[in-house]
């Protein structure tokens, strides 16, 4: 069991771990983290034997829920015969290569190829350098700033982190590369809750022009934005936005760079956002939902015309990670893509529980304090504000959502915060009856909210 000393393991943890996106000094003195030790479906168990509902599916990776046997099976096995080897020096692995081909039938049939790695940020990183190395082999080297956006999310390594527009990470050490710039997020709730939808897409997607034309296109390099932002705070696109940016960036010979880190694989009810929504990026980039989070595992899927650029790189392309198409990763990865196309998942995020889930949501939206509900497949939002009528937020804040997420976690359900929207995409497994028990225990947790608000409901 966790003792030791007479510390608990979360004790333990707190003295000799630092944790990702945490406070860590509030951690050590609440005792530590919570120590979650099993997981089966959509539920988690911690050390003390809660039971958890893990309405963020981990870190909305773990789309096929918890304690898939077949997974295990396939990783042992693959340990077994071939636990490693690199992918540099003219050498690939069986399921390295079946990986690369799969994923080349999967996304839109411009994007062939796939360079690995294993995470959402080494592939947006990589995204960065081989365009910039791209613009450099079409004779056009000065074309290396990068566009993208306020309260984008591409990752904590310097240069995906410097393409994102997460101003506390910006804060720490973050800032200083140079060539990185950034436009307003189309964040109509906040921006453009008093337009009509079509104006406030035109409005947010001219910002991109505006930013090109102010740095001139021949110095910009490409666009990288998600579909749906996610950790800025499920940012959903106006209709015709995306569409748009993307015109924006043919016009200008701007490369396209669309982050689905988040997007790919089924969470939005296709098995990629560009599908989706009718895009053809330059570049695509995949992790989270590729190995549903089994092992770390990204891919960045390169344009025809891009990779044979790439591909004619002088001396080889130098570019890549030890881990780059880890046999176990990838043979992981490809059982995943077989149980989500066995069972038909991605269909029943699209036909059945994603409608499903986005309706029972949305029911939240009459309580005074729900200012607006954001749901596409298991992707959903609810945004708190503290005066309806006059559109008014919290302030400061961050406080509410904070407080509700901790109410959900007492009462059994996982989701997250992000100023005053709460998070939730659960694995694709999730029934009808767990749905139900996320919307009415965040109807529980509103409801006591709003009673230490003193905000009464409407009848
Ligand atoms: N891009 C997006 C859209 C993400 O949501 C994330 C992670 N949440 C990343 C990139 C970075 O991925 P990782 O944490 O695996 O580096």
Redesign the pocket.
């Known amino acids: 069991m966790s003792e030791t000393d007479g510390r608990t393991l979360g004790q333990r943890d707190a003295a000799h771990h630092l944790h990702p996106f945490t406070d860590n000094r509030e951690l050590a003195a609440a005792g530590g983290a919570t120590v979650i030790e099993r997981g089966e479906g959509c539920y988690l168990w911690d050390d003390q034997g809660h039971r958890y509902l893990d309405a963020l599916a981990g870190?909305w990776c773990v789309n096929v829920g918890y304690g898939r046997r077949e997974l295990a099976d396939v990783a042992a096995e693959q340990m077994q015969r071939l636990a490693y080897y690199n992918t540099f020096f003219n050498t690939t692995t069986g399921p390295t290569a079946e990986l690369a081909e799969t994923l080349a039938e999967l996304m839109p049939g411009h994007l062939n190829t796939a360079l690995f790695a294993n995470?959402?940020?080494?592939v947006?990183d990589s995204a960065i350098r081989l365009a910039r190395y791209y613009w450099q082999q079409k004779g056009k080297p000065q074309k290396r700033i990068v566009i993208g956006r306020e309260e984008g999310?591409?990752?904590?390594t310097l240069a995906?982190l410097s393409a994102g527009g997460i101003g506390a990470m910006h804060a720490q050490g973050g800032t200083g590369l140079p060539d990185f710039a950034h436009i307003e997020a189309p964040y109509r709730f906040l921006l453009g809750h008093d337009m009509p939808e079509a104006a406030f897409a035109a409005q947010a997607a001219r910002a991109l022009e505006s930013k090109i034309e102010e740095l001139g296109a021949e110095n910009v390099a490409l666009f990288i934005c998600?579909p749906i932002q996610?950790?800025g705070g499920l940012i959903f696109p106006p209709e015709g936005y995306l569409a748009e940016v993307q015109n924006i960036c043919q016009r200008h010979d701007v490369l396209f760079v669309l982050?689905e880190?988040?997007s790919a694989f089924g969470r939005l009810g296709a098995w990629s956002a560009a599908e989706l929504f009718g895009l053809s990026p330059d570049f695509m980039?995949l992790?989270k939902g590729l190995s549903s989070g089994y092992q770390p595992i990204?891919a960045l899927m390169v344009s025809d015309p891009i990779a044979e650029v790439l591909r004619d790189a002088e001396g080889g392309l130098a570019h890549g990670f030890t881990y780059s198409g880890h046999p176990v990763a990838a043979a992981v990865a490809l059982e995943n893509l077989a149980i989500l196309k066995r069972e038909k998942l991605v269909e029943r995020v699209r036909e059945e529980i994603g409608p499903y889930f986005c309706e029972t949501l949305k029911r939240l939206e009459t309580r005074p304090l729900v200012g607006e509900v954001r749901g596409l497949g298991l992707l959903g939002a609810v945004e708190l504000i503290q005066d309806k009528a006059a559109h008014r937020l919290f302030d400061p804040p961050g406080v509410v959502a904070a407080v509700c997420r901790e109410n959900l976690k007492a009462r059994g359900i996982i989701v997250r915060a992000v100023r005053d929207t709460l998070l939730i995409a659960p694995p694709f497994v999730v029934t009808r009856e767990q749905v139900d028990d996320i919307v009415d225990t965040l109807e529980a947790a509103l409801e006591d909210i709003s009673r230490e608000l003193g905000i009464i409901a409407e009848e």
């Open positions: 870190l995470s959402g940020s080494e947006c999310y591409h990752g904590s995906a998600e996610g950790a982050d880190v988040i980039t992790a990204s």
